[in-house]
């Protein structure tokens, strides 16, 4: 089955359908609930439309620890509910819905106390493997520490004194939103980005609707809906505002942040995790990259791009290389990213690290429903739960959720490929590793990569700057995946941002060119995105040198946002 492409055409047809149809739901904001909310809507019969005020996953869900996991640490603080709930949609992501997407990571968990921790671990351990059903990877072991060792010979003699091997999963957060919208417009859905909602329409009280402003095209469209569902995270205060709806739930942001190295400057056959006096510390395995990650820290500062200063970076360098016996400098720094956690508050004195992420449902008012807190792996289940709730007295009879059964875009007819990948290596002069590298990116969507390929031989070599991959995942990033500009190629389609040393700069030209022609761009709109891109860049380098979170979001604020860009409506 062919994909539906969410090129630009597309989007102009989305929101021309908005201005005129009537929805069953409208639903605000484009990251991993908010889409996941569209498909599990769309996949029950009802008519859906989604608008998105950046990019897709632009907020939180891009700048995540990249992890499907259960939440090991929850199991401390006693959220046993959260954690088995994690576990079975860990398994389903795994096995039935996205399995090109969703791939199992091995971790090691050093112990530094003899008898009691190995116990009190272990036991947490079995419990995280036998929760949530049926285990869908390997039973976790006890190491010794020499046999440790073999596993992570990058570790300090004294860092450990036995471990604990386990398994989580790993996806690309990004990808997967990105991915969740375009199985939503397949199933009929009318998705657009960089729309963003101005104001509601009312009926007395109850909204009816909303006032969206098309970014790109600097028009206003009335969009009418019969329920209009919020899964803007740490946006949530501000659409409250918008609304003019109060006693809603409550949303505090609290920013991680991630440091990402080359994976030859640690030695370890294996992901690592460690706790720290704030959060935890995970060393994850990502193509040829670590990720080093994560802090958490209250942040009230600018939402759009929370900034990583000196001192974040400082705090992952520090508890990285009291674990690594060849420690990290600076100078291994390839990129780095922050991310907001939006988390439902509980009173103005509580740390963030003490809240918990299950999530809300709200109604403030009539005919608005607000889902809010969670996390990125239980997506799925918040989808339902705001449906669910949304579809009450809608006047129709609506089915149960079935997204449980439904894959996503890319996930039919993978496993086959997979099997099939040396014969297409061989007959697109490409390495395995390349078609391996493309089918956990696209699945079965990569024919539609070969297609480009076929008429234009080129699209087979390597991204000018970002050899990690082909030039045919520029230009497919805008012919098909909803990529507007070059910021969400290279930040969000790509991972060339924080994947290259110079953040993606050397990639910018090649990729700007190659999209050009697809996205309508004539020289002067060429250069200006290369301008813009560059200034992020400029930006983004500045904050991270900044001594605090306040220094930094300053130094960040310094480059225009794409937004800004457009002039008001008049």
Not at 14 to 32: K, P
Not at 102 to 118: A, I, K, M
Not at 163 to 175: E, F, L
Not at 526 to 542: G, I, M, N, Q
Request: proline share 4%; hydrophobic share 45%.
């Amino acid at each position: 089955m062919k994909s539906v492409p969410l090129g630009a055409q597309y989007r102009l047809a989305a929101l021309g359908r908005m201005a005129e149809e009537e929805f069953d739901v409208l639903i605000v904001g484009g990251g991993v609930t908010g889409a996941g909310a569209a498909l599990d809507a769309v996949t029950r019969g009802l008519s859906v439309a989604v608008v998105e005020a950046r990019d897709w996953a632009a907020g939180t869900s891009s700048r995540s620890s990249k992890l499907i996991h259960g939440g090991l640490r929850y199991l401390e603080q006693l959220d046993f509910g959260l954690v088995r709930e994690a576990l079975k949609e860990r398994g389903v992501l795994l096995r039935q819905i996205a399995p090109h997407l969703v791939n199992p990571v091995p971790f090691l968990l050093p112990l530094q106390h003899r008898v009691w921790e190995r116990a009190y671990i272990g036991a947490g351990v079995l419990l995280y493997d036998t929760m949530g059903g049926a285990r869908a990877l390997p039973m976790h072991k006890h190491l010794s520490k020499k046999a440790a060792l073999r596993k992570a010979p990058g570790l300090k003699q004294d860092a450990l004194i036995g471990a604990i091997q386990y398994y989580d999963a790993q996806v690309d957060d990004a990808r997967y939103v990105m991915t969740l919208a375009r199985t939503a417009a397949q199933y009929g859905a009318a998705v657009a980005t960089r729309s963003r909602v101005t104001g509601f329409l009312r009926e007395g009280e109850r909204v009816t609707g909303a006032v969206v402003r098309d970014l790109e095209n600097d028009r206003e469209i009335r969009v009418r809906a019969k329920r209009v569902i919020a899964a803007t995270g740490v946006w949530t205060d501000d659409l409250h505002e918008l609304a003019n709806a109060h006693g809603g739930v409550k949303v505090r942001a609290s920013k991680g942040v991630h440091i990402v190295v080359p994976r030859n400057r640690i030695d370890l056959d294996t992901g690592l995790i460690s706790r720290t006096e704030k959060s935890v510390l995970f060393i994850i395995p990502w193509g040829n990259h670590w990720i080093v990650g994560t802090t958490d820290t209250d942040w009230s500062l600018d939402r759009r791009h929370p900034a990583a200063s000196a001192a974040d970076i400082e705090y992952l360098l520090k508890h990285a290389n009291a674990l690594l016996a060849n420690p990290l400098t600076h100078d291994d720094i390839e990129g780095v990213y922050a991310g907001l956690r939006p988390l439902v508050s509980a009173g103005e004195n509580v740390q963030t690290t003490k809240l918990s992420r299950e999530h809300v449902v709200t109604e403030p008012a009539p005919g608005l429903f607000v889902i809010a807190g969670g996390k990125y792996t239980t997506y799925r289940v918040m989808a339902k739960d705001v449906i669910d709730s949304a579809a009450k007295n809608l006047g129709t009879h609506v089915p149960e959720s079935v997204t449980e059964n439904v894959g996503l875009l890319g996930a039919d007819g993978y496993a086959a490929l997979w099997n099939e990948r040396a014969r297409l290596a061989k007959k697109y002069g490409l390495g395995q590793h390349r078609i391996e590298h493309l089918l956990r990116r696209y699945g079965s969507c990569i024919d539609e990569l070969f297609e480009l390929i076929d008429a234009d031989p080129d699209l087979a070599k390597p991204l000018g700057g970002a050899g990690d991959y082909l030039r045919v995942e520029a230009v497919y990033a805008a012919s098909h995946e909803g990529a507007l500009h070059l910021d969400d190629i290279l930040t969000r389609r790509t991972r060339a941002s924080i994947e290259q040393r110079d953040r993606g700069v050397a990639a910018a030209r090649d990729a700007a060119t190659l999209v050009a022609p697809v996205l309508g761009w004539d020289a002067a709109t060429t250069e200006s995105e290369l301008d813009r891109y560059l200034e992020r860049v400029k930006a983004e380098l500045d904050a991270n040198s900044q001594p605090d979170d306040l220094t930094a979001d300053e130094a960040r604020l310094a480059a225009e946002d794409l937004s800004d860009a457009i002039a008001p409506l008049a």
